[in-house]
């Protein structure tokens, strides 16, 4: 068989092709590019498999390409939005998907398709099995089986620069919600189990994250999966932290780092190497301190900054939440005729609880979202940058701001500056609720809970069909009734219908709760 390779438009431009959608219409078969050519059959699998099923492939690697088929289009388009914000690595190299003119994979009469088919059963069964497991068995040779364990470990080789727990859950939120976070020295390393809401999360991180550096040639990552599945977190401090509970004591907050590591904050600028002969190892000074944008993740994880915490010589203060520093977003392209105050407070209070909306006067097609915290902004900027909202594809960046400015008295402001702080809607208020678990990237099908007793399928159906939405599919969840899952049209209905339809009254007291689910019926 023959198969004539898609195209993109600038095939050298990666940025072009990340930053606006796939030049084809969504298929349920993507087309993947710069592929090493020691790569395996499992590795290309496994980047699919987080998403579905992955029910066929084909590797060129004469082209260093390859195309993946998954089980729906749903999943694929999950998949590809899932990578534009965050560019897949393999063997260390990044890797770029967008969606092939191909339908589908006729891929029978082709040489080694024995062992594809081989590589497929091994990774889904793999992968299947691991969902239903409680997290305590493992694989035959001992170790944890990938997708497992929702927790990591992780150690930092060459660690010339300090590396605090906010840039490791800066990093590693980038691939899912991260719970908790302990840090300590082990071995003369520095080392760190984090904890995922999602197995598959962690899968996903290592996958992408072993063998990457944090800053240009040096700090090291190695991840590999932890033998425990749930972490206890005592104490908030630099040392660990629990996401989920703010409510948590700082204990003594001991430095991050043993003694002999401390030299390493001792000069304010630049940071004295704690190793012998790596003292000219100074950071790069024109590193912009705003940092954490994690856009690229090239060689090094993307723009990352040496902590300014480091440069001055201090860790973040004893006990405090994450910094509010960087917890204001800037959303840009948004459609001035359609959006308002309200309905970015729903959209973004999917991923955090949004405090302010401030729609610019003189650009609407620019708004200001303060969240909660940074943790909440970076969740939200990972999972919102590149959707489409009103037939525009939105960009979700980190703000220079610090808070969003109320207007003031007798300012002429049209209500397009919201202050949302004491909302009743916000989902993140309960230290340890279930919804921290329940984070999912936008998809076409919608979870619906709260649902009155005596409310049937036809109801809902015509609800969300009255108001505009394509409705492919709806089912109650047999154990309970009060929720169930709607599959709409595409991405883009789902995101509206969540904006128009969280909190509709259902009547008999109960309001509508709307959010993306991760399954698909």
Known sequence: MTTSLPTVANGTDDKTYKGERSP?????????????????????????????????LLMLKGKNQAFIEMASEEAAITMVNYYTTATPHVRNQPVYIQYSNHRELKTDNLPNQGRVQAALQAVNAMHSGNMTLSGTATASDGGMMPGQSPVLRLIVENLYYPVSLEVLHQIFSKFGTVLKIITFTKNNQFQALLQYADPMNAHHAKMALDGQNIYNGCCTLRVEFSKLTSLNVKYNNDKSRDFTRLDLPSGDGQPTLDPSMQTAFGAPGIISSPYPGAAGFAPAIGFHQAGLSMQTMPGALGPLTIPSSAMTGRMTIHGMAPTTIHSVLLVSNLNPESITPHGLFILFG???????????????????????????????????????????????????????????????DQGLTKDFSGSPLHRFKKPGSKNFQNIFPPSATLHLSNIPPSTTDDFLKDLFASSGYTVKAFKFFQKDRKMALIQLGSVEEAIQALIDLHNHDLGENHHLRVSFSKSTI
């Open 350 to 412: 999917v991923y955090g609880d949004v405090h302010r909306v401030k729609i610019l006067f003189n650009k609407k097609e620019n708004a200001l979202i303060q969240m909660a915290d940074a943790t909440q902004a970076q969740l939200a900027m990972s999972h919102l940058n590149g959707q489409r909202l009103h037939g525009k594809v939105i960009r979700v960046t980190i703000s220079k701001h610090q808070t969003v400015q109320l207007p003031r008295e007798g300012q002429e």
């Open 24 to 56: 084809c219409d969504p298929s349920r078969v993507l087309h993947i590019r710069r592929v090493p050519i020691e790569v395996s059959e499992a590795e290309v699998i496994s980047l699919g498999v987080p998403f579905g099923k992955v029910t066929n």
